[in-house]
């Protein structure tokens, strides 16, 4: 089976804070995301990566940068977190194998960000 | 315009019931659809992908309509345990995969 870890399930940061969110699949997967998710807003993606090195911003990228050094890690980075960063973040990985954007999408079990 | 659109719901129907969502997209260009359900507190996992002639899952039946620009998911024979949110999903030709806010469906005894 697909593992995708985040490493947190639970952060309280304070506001100004860098904040480090990281994601590991191990299933040798290209591509990899970064939504996050609030009530009545739904998934909303972040930024997103190709494979190693590579990243393309999603739809709301300010306030985020990210790495992907390796092909099973993908780091979601908040520079300086704000209290309107509080929310549910969701890694997922996607293989290229079946074709370009066919692909199912594996979930980590989330990291839920409290900024106070 | 929202890139992906859903109706939140919530739907609340009686087991049994038939249930219907659409999702509708903007980007004429995309490529792929699907339907992923997430249950509460939990991440959300593939339904089904949805295909141009249609796809059927035992009680689950999926619809794309180029032309109108969305796609549908039917529920037959509701049961207890499909109590959800049920989001779309759609890829644009970029790549990167665009989530409707979700429809939340209630089933009740």
């Known amino acids: 089976d697909v593992k995708v870890t985040q490493s947190s399930r639970y952060l309280v940061k304070r506001t100004g804070e860098k904040v480090f969110l990281e994601c590991v699949q191990d299933?040798?997967?290209?591509?990899m995301f970064w939504y996050r998710q609030d009530p009545g807003l739904g998934l909303r993606l972040i930024y997103f990566s190709y494979d190693v090195k590579m990243k393309e911003k999603g739809d709301i990228p300010e306030g985020y940068s990210v790495s992907r050094e390796k092909k099973e890690r993908f780091s979601l980075i908040l520079e300086s977190a704000s209290t309107n960063q509080t929310s549910m973040y969701l890694c997922?990985?996607?293989?290229?194998?079946?074709?370009?954007?066919?692909?199912?999408?594996?979930f980590g079990e989330g990291s839920r960000l409290t900024v106070l | 315009r929202k890139e992906v659109e859903q109706d939140p719901g919530p739907f609340n129907v009686p087991e049994g019931a038939t249930v219907a969502f659409n999702c509708t997209y903007s980007?004429?260009?995309?490529?792929?659809f699907f339907w992923y359900r997430q249950d509460c507190r939990k991440e959300p996992k593939l339904l089904m992908s949805v295909y141009s002639s249609g796809n059927e899952d035992g009680r689950f039946t999926a619809q794309l309509n180029r032309a109108s620009q969305y796609i549908s998911l039917l529920i037959r024979d509701s049961k207890l345990s499909d109590s959800a949110t049920y989001l779309c999903a759609v890829n644009v030709d970029t790549g990167k995969l665009i989530f409707g806010q979700g429809t939340t469906l209630q089933v009740k005894p």
């Open positions: 997922a990985s996607r293989s290229l194998a079946g074709g370009l954007n066919t692909g199912e999408l594996f």
């Open positions: 299933m040798d997967h290209e591509n």
């Open positions: 980007n004429s260009a995309s490529q792929s």
